[in-house]
């Protein structure tokens, strides 16, 4: 698409902010007004508009993104995208450890076990731990937990929660982020330990590292997100 205004600009009225270009309010592509919370998330949001070339390229818009998702896809259905994120608990990636070689299971417990720690202590979710990758019940008690932590959330958290839970594949992780107990270069890294165990070994190919990037730069602008909402 073309660029078709001159300036993005922010406007603030009873506690919302909303983003105008040339004057004229942004809508979400479901036609619903781009009412923010936080200014800093309005001005994020302007300035990305305000990047864009004689093109706009939506893939350099995460803001925006995280914001329509949040009014378009997470509103109107906000309990089934909250059973959606919740259920990351009961498979999460940081509860299936591997049995063998030695140095990648200290690795895992270094990095992933004062995570698991942190959630039990902090919301007093404990979650069951296994070796290899056949299905592990979780206790229902700290499931039922972590998901009464997702559902306490709004809608443009949930955004957020939802990216970085499918990235790395582990809802402690994002939990993490979003309590501020970890950045999101170690969230990153730590949804990634096996793969880099393996380039350690084995090597890299590029469509793996192009992968891990992905990865990180979604969990990054998902963690620019949450900074800019709480603002």
């Known amino acids: 698409m073309k660029r078709f205004y001159r300036e993005a600009s922010v406007v603030a009225e009873e506690g919302r902010y909303s983003v105008v270009l040339d004057g004229r309010p942004v809508l979400s592509p479901g036609r619903s007004p781009l009412e923010l919370p936080a200014v ?3 001005n994020a949001i ?15 818009m995460p803001m925006t993104r995280f914001a329509n998702s949040a009014i378009d896809r997470i509103r109107p259905r906000r309990d089934g995208v909250v059973s959606e994120i919740a259920a990351y608990a009961e498979t999460d990636l ?24 942190w959630i039990a202590e902090h919301y007093g979710a404990v979650l069951n ?5 056949m299905p592990l019940t979780q206790n229902a008690e700290a499931t039922a937990l972590l998901r009464a932590q997702v559902a306490m959330r709004d809608v443009f958290v949930l955004s957020a929660l939802h990216s970085i839970t499918a990235a ?18 170690e969230a990153a890294a730590a949804s990634l330990i ?13 469509e793996s590292v192009a992968r891990w990037d992905s990865i990180g730069t979604e969990i990054a602008a998902a963690a620019r997100f949450l900074a800019a909402t709480s603002s």
Do not use: H, M
């Open 46 to 60: 302007a300035a990305e508009w305000n990047a864009q070339g004689d093109d706009i390229v939506p893939e350099s």
């Open 194 to 206: 096996d793969e880099t165990f393996q380039a350690e070994k084995w090597g890299e190919d590029p």
């Open 129 to 133: 731990v296994t070796q290899g990758v």
């Open 40 to 42: 800093e998330l309005a």
């Open 94 to 117: 940081l509860c299936y450890r591997a049995a063998a070689p030695a140095d990648l299971v200290e690795r895992q417990s270094f990095t992933w076990q004062p995570l698991l720690d």
């Open 168 to 185: 790395s594949g582990s809802l402690v992780i994002a939990l993490a982020v979003v309590e501020g107990r970890i950045g999101p270069e």
